[in-house]
């Protein structure tokens, strides 16, 4: 078999292991293993497991991951995020469809604190569901706004999912994390947006009980003063100022912005008074599961990508598409149609690490911008969280959810407003590359 | 997130008595792994916080952190990946699995039993291409960071790697003998 055939071949073998359940790691990095194997010799495919394994991740720039996840999770572990909410609520609330919008304004803040949607959807399905089905909206338009606005988590910088895209394509993870947050703000803006349109044109979808979308809020915060709810707000707004801040104005490399960020929400809990020693440890605990889970999957995909790159595969397929004389427009929406469908199966992190070692190179060649077309990236990943029939944020929700009687269908249909939206702004970013480049100081455009 | 290992933890507890004791000694290893990594990982958020203050306030950044930042990450993937495999919280894709597995849970148990063999195996393949680089990095000394400076030896992270991969390797064979006991087990498979 030629080395194509070979690389063609571990490629589809990744996708039915992946999809049949197997450990993800395990199966890139054995199939990787056997490929470089058949196309090289047994001794080149153990040399580059070994280094794979011990070398691909040993810089400090991979300790980005722990360093947000600690931090995440220190976040998640406090108040925090209701007291955004509960904020959120009460400066809103004049205005139609306020807890919505509420839960979103949180979630886009929270979202600069956390790296993952997961993170961001399981706090808010406790913290806004309950308050806004006892304000009298529907079950559906609650969780559907929830799992929505759960995505900025990953498009507001910092998000894991940017690390990876980082990580695999060589570029700034500082960059795009910058680039994120323009995008991300246009995201949660029409979020907003959607959500007023919908309590005026579709009470009905938003609302039981039409008195809920007057305005009318009783909440924690009824009635605090001006003062309180700057203290309530000062910690995350800290928080958010030292890792946004320190990144942006270029003070900290984004593994310093994450050991910053985690000491921060560290010292914001214990002066809250939100951890004990328990609770701190179990944290320590889970943070080095997820990091070991993620950075096993990026020693899998480093081999993946070379042994895909000894195959020619990439190369191959460029040649093809070159002679098939699709121009840029066409295999870049070919790209986020595949990343849109393979987001109703796969995980977000299998999709980016099968799919790019291959279409990195192809869009190289074409001159793209990397920061670009990992922003977009994301947000058509990020579709694929909302989409049935596995959509992650979905059915993060549904685990959180003490009201069993809500369905996971009625979450997707609940947060399908918000998907049409994220497509709507998936396609503002593809036009407009301006907007996630302006705040890096890049300067591109496609057409 | 396999469900079908969530649902049998009676099963760890009803190992046969023969291998028992054995077993709780590699259960109180692969914790003590576990707490190292922990430990690492907040070594190392101390230290990245030490180097921004040394930085920023004292204008002198601690030499050696960046590169003992950058081993101490591999180490932590390898110390953590066995009680990661235990708690079944590295990546997969179940929802295709999970569909059969009610109906066919003893079908189930002999693929996971298989995925999990193939899982030993790689840990194993692991261990065999590492240990020369161990074994060099020990005899010749390599250290990252600057000489005569800051010198750290770069072979007590491979040892990590080994030693975690091959941990790995006997939590994925104790996994995969639980689903074979699953897959052969006759009747009570479908209660």
Redesign the interface.
């Known amino acids: 078999m030629s080395d194509v055939g070979i690389g063609a071949l571990c490629f589809l073998a990744s996708l039915v292991l992946i999809q049949s359940g197997m450990n993800i790691g395990v199966a890139l990095m054995l199939l990787s293993f056997v490929g470089v194997w058949a196309i090289k010799s047994l001794a080149v495919a153990g040399k580059l497991l070994a280094s794979s394994v011990s070398t691909s991740i040993a810089s400090d720039a991979y300790a980005v991951i722990p360093m947000f996840v600690l931090m995440g999770l220190f976040v998640s572990a406090t108040n925090m995020g209701r007291d955004t909410f509960d904020v959120a609520a009460l400066v809103l609330r004049r205005i139609r469809g306020a807890l919505g919008m509420a839960t979103v304004a949180a979630n886009a803040v929270f979202a600069a604190c956390t790296g993952t949607t997961i993170a961001s959807a399981s706090v808010f399905t406790k913290v806004a569901v309950p308050e806004m089905m006892r304000h009298g909206h529907t079950p559906r338009f609650s969780v559907g706004v929830v799992a929505g606005s759960s995505v900025l988590g990953m498009l507001i910088p910092p998000s894991i999912l940017m690390i990876i895209f980082g990580v695999i394509a060589n570029v700034s993870i500082g960059d795009l994390f910058t680039s994120g947050i323009l995008p991300g703000i246009v995201l949660a803006a029409a979020f907003c947006l959607t959500i007023l349109l919908l309590a005026y044109l579709r009470p009905g979808f938003v609302a039981v009980d039409p008195t809920a979308l007057k305005g009318e809020y009783h909440g924690p915060l009824e009635g605090a003063s001006r003062w309180r709810l700057i203290v309530k707000m000062l910690p995350i707004v800290v928080l958010v100022g030292i890792v946004l801040g320190g990144i942006y104005g270029g003070f900290f490399t984004p593994t310093e912005a994450g050991g910053a960020g985690a000491l921060t929400a560290f010292v914001i809990a214990l002066v809250r008074r939100e951890l004990t020693l328990k609770i701190f440890w179990q944290l320590a605990l889970e943070t080095g599961r997820v990091t070991a889970a993620i950075c096993f999957l990026l020693m899998a995909a480093a081999l993946y990508s070379q042994m895909l790159t000894l195959s020619g595969l990439p190369y191959t397929v460029g040649q093809w598409l070159q002679q098939a004389e699709l121009g840029f427009f066409a295999i870049l929406i070919g790209y986020l149609v595949v990343l849109i469908i393979l987001g109703c199966f796969l995980d977000s992190v299998s999709i980016m690490l099968i799919v790019l070692p291959f279409v990195i190179p192809l869009f190289e060649a074409f001159g793209t911008n990397l920061v670009w077309l990992g922003l977009i990236t994301i947000i058509a990943i990020e579709i694929g969280l909302l989409t049935p029939p596995l959509g992650l944020a979905v059915f993060v929700v549904k685990a959180n959810l003490e009201d069993q009687r809500i369905t996971t269908w009625d979450i997707f249909m609940g947060t399908m407003p918000m998907t049409i939206t994220m497509v709507v702004v998936l396609v503002i970013c593809v036009l407009f590359p301006w907007l996630s480049l302006v705040l890096v100081g890049q300067k591109w455009g496609w057409w | 997130m396999?469900s079908i290992e969530q649902r049998a933890p009676q099963n760890e507890q009803g190992a046969p008595a023969s291998g028992a004791p054995l077993l709780s000694y590699f259960r109180i290893f692969t914790q003590a792994l576990?707490i190292a990594?922990?430990l690492l990982?907040?070594i190392?958020?101390i230290a990245?916080?030490l180097?921004?203050g040394g930085r920023?306030f004292f204008n002198h950044p601690i030499p050696g952190?960046?590169?003992f930042?950058?081993?101490?990450?591999?180490a932590?993937?390898?110390?953590?990946?066995a009680?990661?495999l235990h708690?079944d919280?590295?990546?997969?894709?179940?929802?295709?699995?999970?569909l059969i597995a009610n109906s066919h849970p003893r079908l189930t148990a002999a693929?996971?039993a298989v995925?999990h063999m193939?899982?030993a195996?790689?840990m194993v393949?692991?261990v065999?291409?590492?240990w020369?680089?161990l074994v060099e990095h020990y005899q010749r000394g390599y250290y990252a960071g600057t000489a005569e400076v800051v010198e750290i030896k770069i072979w007590p992270?491979?040892a990590v790697?080994v030693i975690g991969?091959a941990t790995t390797a006997v939590q994925f064979l104790l996994d995969a003998r639980r689903m074979v006991m699953q897959a052969v087990r006759r009747g009570t498979a479908d209660a």
Do not use: C, K, W
């Not at chain 2, 930042?69 to 591999?74: A, K, P, Y």
């Open positions: 396999s576990n990594g922990t990982i907040l190392m958020a990245v916080n180097d921004i920023d952190v960046t590169e930042i950058g081993l101490s990450i591999v932590v993937v390898f110390l953590q990946m009680n990661t708690e919280r590295h990546v997969s894709n179940d929802i295709i699995i999970r693929i996971y995925f193939i899982g195996f790689l393949i692991i065999i291409y590492v020369p680089i992270f491979m790697v991969a």
